[in-house]
């Protein structure tokens, strides 16, 4: 989304000029495999990247990662990466969802990485995006880690025109 915005061109001239604000927001790392970002207060995200990168512990069983849009209450949007073999103990695997994706990864590739296609949701303040094992293998002391969990977004103010 782009919004019209005053710039000033080589000759110091004001201008108008069409431009999105991109901004990163992370969670910090935490001893879990799930995690939630919430929009802020009087803030409006437009989603165009999701970035994840999971270690898991010795603790058997196919971790099966998944992203919710939630309203803060209802889920809206759900998908789950589509690696069906899931990611298995002892490894560090990267999961990235984008709205410029073509196709779902159906497995991970040689450097550990699954992708996906989404949409590009636009989010007012209180919705979530959760990241998580949707199987639930290991969420307690010494868990699964998800020690990047980043979103890349188009911020604005809640009433900015765009």
Do not use: H
Not at 44 to 52: D, F
Not at 71 to 89: C, E, H, I, P, S
């Amino acid at each position: 989304m782009a919004e019209e915005i005053q710039v000033k061109n080589g000759s110091g001239a004001s201008v108008t000029a069409e431009a999105e604000n991109l901004v990163t927001n992370a969670a910090a790392s935490a001893d879990t495999s799930d995690v939630t970002l919430t929009v802020p207060t009087g803030k409006v995200w437009t989603l165009k990247q999701i970035a994840v990168q999971l270690i898991t512990n010795a603790t058997v069983g196919a971790r099966l990662m998944r992203i919710d849009i939630t309203d803060g209450t209802n889920v809206v949007w759900r998908k789950a990466f589509g690696v069906a073999a899931g990611q298995t103990a002892s490894l560090t695997r990267q999961y990235l969802a984008a709205s410029d994706y073509l196709a779902d990864d159906t497995a991970f590739d040689a450097n550990g990485n699954a992708r996906i296609a989404m949409q590009q949701w636009t989010l007012p303040a209180g919705w979530k995006i959760r990241i998580y094992d949707s199987a639930a293998i290991d969420n307690v002391a010494d868990a699964d880690n998800i020690v990047i969990f980043c979103v890349l977004v188009d911020q604005r103010t809640e009433g900015t025109k765009v």
